[in-house]
């Protein structure tokens, strides 16, 4: 790999070896060989190590993590039962509630805002047993595919520090890539927990719209935005997923009577994807463990549907603004992107954004067609591996594969499947509405032929 004038911090350390999963970390505290308060002193030992390279934290919560630790400890102590992520730290994007930390939502327009009470999604976690450590990283009002903001460093990619991490869950995926928390949580209105985890190399879900009921904190759609968990391995997010859902967790083996899994390739966006051969064909590569694949040539979107997804993304970002654009210093605060999609809502008529949504229902059948004899559907997550940070300018071919199952209200998960060059790809599943254990199924398959990918050979 590369080496960086970054003083004694280099890719290789950058990116663990290998990192601990839940049932790891779990097993270890449990069993006695280590404590809730060591796992903690390991993650802020981690975080001093690599986040002055990486910056994925935005707000860490140190004294709160060590106190939760300190009481899972009497717990166990008392015979308390634990819970599936009992000792388990990670971090939350900054769009959610932590109490005592961040609300600023990564813009300095609301820099001095900090959040009165954990949000509904902290506090499952903590139920379970899991430690808090944090708030991570992301762009402003989460308006970006890359996580800069201006309170501070642009999170970049621990695969390589010159490139970007994506975004808008760029903390989370950078953060769980570096081995700083095994798991964290972001929201998805496009690709945001998707397209990071591609350019990072973990597991990002965008789950089944409802399926994680918390609309608080900021959404840069309510209608679009989803909950959904990053993490090393397609078990752990099925497990988390599982907590954030109240539900049982998604089966992470695949059903040796089902037969063989139906799997639609397609590697036309019908958009500005910029698709790299190499990558398209590490992607496809991937699959043909997982079941039958079949190649479909037309197109999975519209122009016409993404400039709908668009202006309802910049509609519910104009009307959760509409205080702070009210008030002239803190618009003079905002950044340009934000205020540009802000502009663009306004200069929307009504009849325009009614249009839009029901572009929602063409969505939805699109896929439906596509998927009529197919269990989930195949693409590259993006069309290309992250790319330079002096470089990454192109919002909409990053998205291109990822915002139709947002839009149609499909759940969808991108996990890793190789390297071009040195960098992570990802290959996208979409599944039917409700049906994420039929993507999890097929995504183990093709992460248990490819392995996990702690680095580049």
């Known amino acids: 790999m590369p080496t960086y004038d970054r003083g004694s911090t280099t890719p290789a350390t950058l990116i663990p070896a290998s990192r601990p999963d839940i049932g790891a970390v779990r097993t270890a505290v449990l069993s006695g060989r280590t404590t809730p308060t060591e796992v903690v002193r390991n993650v802020f030992d981690r975080i001093g190590e690599v986040d002055h390279v990486i910056h994925s934290m935005l707000d860490p919560a140190q004294d709160r993590a060590y106190a939760i630790a300190a009481r899972l400890e009497r717990d166990v102590a008392d015979g308390r039962a634990p819970g599936p992520l009992f000792g388990v730290p990670f ?55 890359r ?48 397209v990071p985890a591609a350019f990072c190399g973990v597991v990002g879900v965008a789950p089944t719209p409802g399926a994680v009921h918390d609309h608080h904190g900021y959404r840069s759609s309510p209608e679009l935005t989803v909950v959904g968990p990053v993490a090393g391995s ?40 910029r698709l790299d051969p190499h990558v398209a064909a590490m992607a ?27 202006l309802m993304v910049a509609a519910g970002r104009a009307a959760q603004l509409r205080p702070l654009l009210a008030d002239p210093d ?36 699109r896929l439906s067609a596509l998927m009529h004899d197919a269990d989930v559907i195949a693409t590259p997550t993006v069309g290309f591996v992250a790319p330079p940070v002096e470089a990454a300018s192109a919002p909409t071919a990053a998205v291109a594969f990822t915002f139709i199952a947002n839009f149609a209200g499909f759940p969808a998960l991108s996990l890793p499947c190789g390297f071009v060059g040195d960098m992570p790809v990802g290959v996208q599943l979409i599944a039917r509405p409700g049906a994420e254990h ?12 490819v392995g996990r990918l702690p680095e580049a050979s």
């Open 91 to 145: 971090t939350v994007k900054g769009t959610e509630s932590m109490a005592g930390l961040s609300a600023s939502y990564g813009s300095l327009a609301r820099r001095h805002e900090i959040a009165p009470h954990d949000g509904p999604v902290v506090q499952r976690l903590i139920a379970a047993g899991a430690i808090p450590v944090g708030l991570s990283n992301l762009p402003e009002f989460t308006a970006l595919p």
């Open 147 to 194: 996580t800069a903001n201006r309170l501070g460093p642009e999170c970049v990619n621990p695969h390589d520090p010159t490139r970007i991490a994506g975004g808008s869950s760029g903390g989370a995926a950078a953060g769980v890539a570096a081995g700083i928390v095994p798991f964290a949580v972001g929201t998805d209105t496009g690709g945001s927990n998707r």
């Open 234 to 273: 397609v078990r752990d997010v099925a497990l988390v997923n599982a907590v954030l859902t109240g539900s049982e967790p998604m089966r992470v083996a695949c059903n040796p009577d089902a037969g063989p899994m139906r799997i639609r390739w397609m590697s036309t966006s019908g958009l500005d994807d």
């Open 284 to 310: 496809f590569d991937a699959l043909d463990p997982a079941g039958r694949v079949e190649r479909e040539t037309s197109a999975l979107a519209t122009a016409e549907l993404f400039d709908a997804f668009a």
């Open 330 to 365: 803190a618009r003079a605060l905002l950044t340009d992107t934000v205020l540009e999609q802000v502009e663009a809502a306004r200069a929307a008529h009504a009849t325009d954004y009614a249009a839009a949504v029901r572009q929602r229902s063409r969505a939805a059948y």
């Open 438 to 449: 039929t993507m999890v199924d097929v995504a183990e398959a093709v992460e248990h032929s």
